[in-house]
């Protein structure tokens, strides 16, 4: 057995400061993920800092029309918001698409970005693995790799990125605030999230005991009639084969300043700019939607067991693109 000392969190610096100064100590949140990895030796603090209560549960509007949502906001208070069913509906979809009701009601927003991956070689705790070992090898690049990613992939690791409500966020060009050590930082979604490349074990930017305060969503007058759609083995509690966040401007059958991101295929929440880039003052028609899903899984690396994905995300976006421009968001 391993002792690990526990102790709340009064305030945010007394938070940072206690995990910044030890190196085996971890936040808990939540503990959707935390405690999972801990029983299975993934993860191995001394030392947890619960900061369930900090100050942070906020829902708050901006004045630009966007959201502030804070890091310990709930997944299902945040999915129930009106402001973000009305402005942002794809981030209500994504969230409510995600776990289960009882996981949705304990698991924070800044747990969900700091989520670890679901390769099985990660979590059994023993594989070689990059990720948790580093220069240990990587056990999925010739193993059981079907639910693996196709974009954003190295030599060293091919693990997809989990997390559902960070697709929409990414589309959105979110921004994630931390406090550390060195004070307080703002991180736009694309720099937050690292694709492994030769160091998969670093998967953010940020340093040990900096601290996920909140997500800044800027107003966007479009994303209110976006949309999220999620592919997965099995229609409940299941995490996406592939997932499609999309925002559709048009103006006489033209499409303007789209935003597009797909999960479930890539290393990180993948912002899927070649298609932006086709679909941006293109007509809004099937030929256009399959070029530029074509366009965006040209770069894919797939394996034997996985190469259905490229295919699968492609048409996942161009039912994403049909819908949404035709009859907006679904409720
Ligand atoms: C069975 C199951 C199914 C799931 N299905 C889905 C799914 O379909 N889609 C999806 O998106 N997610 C899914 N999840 C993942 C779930 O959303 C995450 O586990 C959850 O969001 C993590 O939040 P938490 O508050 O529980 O974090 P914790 O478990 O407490 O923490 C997670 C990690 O983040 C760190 N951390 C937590 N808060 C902060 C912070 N504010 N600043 C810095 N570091 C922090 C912790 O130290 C820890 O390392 C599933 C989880 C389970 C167990
Ligand atoms: S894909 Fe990444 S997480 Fe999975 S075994 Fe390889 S290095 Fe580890």
Sequence with gaps: MRPISYS?????????????????????????????????????????VDINDLP????????DGGLYIGALARMSDVAEAPMVRERFPMMAQAL???????????ASMGGNMMQRT?????????????KREPASGCSALDGFNRGHAVL?????????HPSDVAVPLMALDARIHTEGPRGRRVYAIDDFFLQPGDTPHLEHPIEHGELVVGIEVPGMAPARTSMYLKVRDRESYEFA????????????????????ALGGV???????????????????????FARAAREELAPARTTRLNAFKAELAQRTMVRVLETITATGSPS
């Excluded at 409510?96 to 304990?106: C, F, W």
């Excluded at 954003?152 to 997809?160: E, F, N, Y």
């Excluded at 932006?276 to 028609?285: I, Q, T």
């Design 8 to 48: 709340r969190a009064g305030d945010i610096a007394g938070a940072i400061a206690t995990v910044s100064s030890d190196p085996t100590s971890d936040f808990l949140a939540g503990g959707t993920t935390e405690i999972d990895l801990l029983r299975q030796n993934v993860l191995l603090p001394r030392r947890l």
């Design 56 to 63: 942070l549960t906020q829902i708050e509007d901006r004045p």
């Design 96 to 106: 409510v698409l995600g776990a289960s009701a009882q996981l949705r009601n304990m």
């Design 118 to 130: 679901r390769c099985g070689y990660f979590r059994d705790g023993v594989s070689p693995c990059n």
């Design 152 to 160: 954003g992939v190295s030599d060293h690791c091919i693990a997809t």
């Design 241 to 260: 084969l592939t997932s499609v966040a999309a925002v559709v401007p048009m103006a006489d059958g033209v499409i303007g300043d789209v935003r597009l």
């Design 266 to 288: 890539a290393t990180k929440p993948w912002r899927a700019r070649r298609a932006e880039e086709v679909l941006r003052g293109a007509p809004a028609d099937r030929e256009t």
